[in-house]
Each structure stands twice: as structure tokens, then as C-alpha cells.
């Protein structure tokens, strides 16, 4: 696992309710990175991507925009040691 990272990201700005979750899963899977997304209750969107370290920091960088809809005002990621995550899904 030496070439692979883990991002926890927080994302605030108008990203609920626009697809976002959705979208990330969808993004997070094409690039094959794995981890999970959700709302959280302050309205910002909390996720984790584990997987290649090139495809995780482009997975980040992927979130200063988010879908469509979306308006990102900032991305908060803190960078660790994977966890073994497999897949991606939308959490509730």
C-alpha cells in the first residue's frame, strides 16, 4: 500500500441537493479510487477517497468544482495512511 493514500475531505459552498454525492461516487469510481461520501447536517458534504496517490489528489482537486450544479466556496482535505476501504458509496 506505499503508493497509496487517503484523503478525508470536507467540502463547503452549495453542494447539497445539486447532485453532488452522486456525482463524486460516479468520479471516484471511474478514477478507481475507493471511500465513501454524505451530507452532514451543517450543510457541507464529508467524504473519504483511499487509492492511488495520483488518483486521490486529482479526486480533491476534482472537488473545488463538484457536479454541475454545484458552487464550491472551500475544500478542507487532511491526508493520512489508507485504511483498506473497498468500493465507493454514497453514505446516509
Known amino acids: ?6 484523503a478525508h475531505v470536507y ?11 452522486a456525482t463524486t461516487r460516479d468520479t471516484a469510481r471511474e478514477k478507481g479510487v475507493d471511500g465513501w461520501v454524505r451530507n452532514l447536517d451543517d450543510g457541507r458534504v464529508e467524504a473519504v477517497f483511499e ?5 486521490v489528489r486529482e479526486m480533491v482537486a ?3 468544482t463538484g457536479s454541475k450544479a454545484a458552487d464550491v466556496d472551500d475544500v478542507d482535505a487532511t491526508y493520512a495512511e489508507p485504511e483498506g476501504l473497498d468500493g465507493f458509496e454514497v453514505r446516509w
Request: glycine share 12%; hydrophobic share 30%; with cysteine.
Open 11 to 21: 467540502v463547503s459552498g452549495r453542494v447539497q441537493g445539486v447532485y453532488y454525492r
Open 1 to 6: 500500500m506505499a503508493d497509496r493514500t487517503r
Open 51 to 55: 487509492g492511488p496517490e495520483n488518483a
Open 62 to 64: 476534482w472537488c473545488e
